[in-house]
């Protein structure tokens, strides 16, 4: 089944859902994992600005791997640089360097209107990949 899982991170409470569900399927499968997460940036008329510092991004990183290691899971994790229009592309891209067989995200829940002008990045690795992808719904009640 599932041998090579790769689980995305951000900063929101969502991450935590997302990690432990990629972590009950590893410890059934025996599978490894990686855990991603991108660190954005975004454009401005004059800039580039940063939206998260390296420190909340290791933070952020180094959280997901301790609770997967905890649980006796081999784990390990990389850091990606990118704008928040390219996070999709960098999730499935390093998927594909992985060589995962299952991506794991947490959905962030907006409006159609929304989405309609800011594609979910959920949505759009899922067009961007040829690897299946498990969406973690929120646990509102540990969030």
């Known amino acids: 089944m ?7 991170v951000d ?3 969502a991450r935590r859902s997302a ?3 990629a972590g009950e ?3 059934l499968t025996n599978a490894e994992v990686r855990v991603v997460h991108v660190i954005t940036s975004a454009v401005s008329v004059a800039a580039i600005v940063a939206l998260e510092d ?3 991004a290791k933070a952020v990183l180094d959280e997901a791997l301790a609770d997967l290691r905890d649980r006796g899971i081999k784990a390990e994790g990389t850091l990606v640089r990118g704008l928040t229009t390219q996070v999709a592309e960098a ?5 594909a360097e992985f060589g995962a067989d299952l991506i794991v995200l947490s959905p962030h829940h907006r409006g159609a209107v929304e ?6 990045v959920s949505d759009a690795v899922a067009h961007h990949t040829n690897t299946a992808v498990l969406l973690a719904p929120e646990d ?4």
């Open 2 to 8: 599932f041998q090579r899982i790769l689980v995305a």
């Open 91 to 95: 999730i499935s891209e390093t998927a």
């Open 19 to 21: 990690v432990r569900l």
């Open 25 to 27: 399927l590893a410890q």
């Open 115 to 120: 989405a309609l002008f800011d594609p979910r």
């Open 54 to 56: 390296d420190t909340e």
């Open 140 to 143: 509102r009640t540990k969030a």
């Open 11 to 13: 900063p929101s409470p």
